[in-house]
């Protein structure tokens, strides 16, 4: 639980009475633009930063620096000796969180081999693929055993096969009780894992609920998908506001929920209906609402357009 944090650094608000609760045993998307406070908001939790006022409460109590043992963190930058044998650096920062060298060899051992790493034990760093590198790495974070794991970016830099590797990883983590705070700019990565997420912009909080609450649209808008190329039908129900098609998916606007019963009757009455569904917002669209919103009230000079450029970059990547 995060209680009303509050952080400046040379006179500048990078935190703002910043408050929200982190369900325990759920993949949590914790998200931002750049600049936002999200790595201000993981050092504070991590007990790395103080906050100027407010406070981090683990299990219903104040965090203090003997909690640091329930979490783990995997940051964005990542931390790993090049040069340095798997097995030997895993063993190394395991003792660094405490552990003696035997636990220490020992849960490295396991942790290789559930992650299909026990051949490259004796291997460099430097000689595995990216995608293994990012396993060792959350290794490293998973040996002294944290509650609370925090990841900044895992899914940067890895391919299709990788990142869905790394997703399974994610939820069966979270199958044993173990709670995960994760970090991306891959909003559509974030949609499929994440169950409840935060967004921040500013270092205050602009949007905080489950990702299917968040992402549900208003039931003025129904997607269809049929075979039929003749649509023109679609403009001859009453309450219909347009329509328009993409990518195969017919989208229809309506003037009130209740038109839907009239349009699916009228739908299937023409025969070959595949689909039929009101629309979901993406999470990205959340995103840059939410954010843009926020933007705009708070700044009207050119750097807020700059960030509105980039809050669209990151929509759309």
């Known amino acids: 639980?995060?209680?009303?944090?509050?952080?400046?650094?040379?006179?500048?608000?990078?935190?703002n009475d910043l408050s929200f609760e982190i369900p325990q045993g759920r993949v949590f998307g914790f998200l931002g633009p750049n600049g936002s406070g999200k790595t201000t908001t993981m050092r504070i939790i991590l007990g790395i930063l103080t906050p100027d006022s407010g406070e981090v409460r683990y299990d219903g109590k104040r965090v203090t620096k003997a909690d640091?043992?329930?979490f783990g963190?995997?940051?964005?930058e990542r931390g790993l000796y090049q040069k340095m044998a798997v097995g030997e650096q895993l063993v190394y920062l395991g003792r660094l969180r405490?552990?003696?060298?035997?636990?220490?060899?020992?849960?490295?051992?396991?942790w290789l081999e559930r992650f299909g790493l026990a051949g490259q034990i004796a291997s460099s760093v430097e000689t595995l693929s990216l995608g293994n590198q990012q396993r060792v790495q959350l290794i490293a974070a998973l040996l002294h055993e944290p509650q609370v794991l925090i990841l900044d970016e895992p899914f940067s830099g890895l391919d299709p096969l990788a990142t869905a590797s790394m997703a399974e990883v994610m939820h069966d983590l979270v199958k044993t009780g173990r709670t995960l705070v994760?970090?991306?700019?891959?909003?559509?990565?974030?949609?499929?894992?994440?169950?409840t997420v935060a967004i921040i912009a500013d270092g205050s909080l602009v949007a905080y609920g489950d990702v299917a609450e968040l992402t549900r649209s208003d039931d003025l808008e129904v997607e269809m998908v049929t075979s039929s190329d003749a649509l023109q039908w679609i403009s001859g129900v009453p309450g219909v506001q347009g329509f328009s098609v993409a990518d195969g998916r017919v989208r229809v606007q309506l003037a009130s929920p209740r038109v839907s019963q009239e349009l699916l009757?009228?739908?299937?009455?023409?025969?070959?209906?595949r689909e039929f569904a009101f629309r979901k917002k993406k999470l990205s669209e959340v995103f840059l609402q939410t954010v843009a919103t926020r933007s705009s009230s708070t700044s009207l000079d050119t750097k807020a357009g700059n960030t509105l450029l980039d809050l669209a970059a990151v929509a759309n990547a």
């Open 182 to 195: 994760f970090s991306s700019h891959q909003l559509d990565l974030v949609e499929s894992i994440c169950e």
């Open 265 to 273: 009757r009228t739908a299937l009455a023409q025969g070959s209906l």
């Open 73 to 76: 963190y995997m940051p964005e």
């Open 1 to 15: 639980m995060l209680d009303s944090l509050t952080r400046s650094f040379g006179g500048k608000r990078v935190l």
């Open 68 to 70: 640091s043992k329930h």
């Open 98 to 110: 405490g552990l003696s060298k035997r636990d220490a060899r020992v849960k490295v051992t396991n």
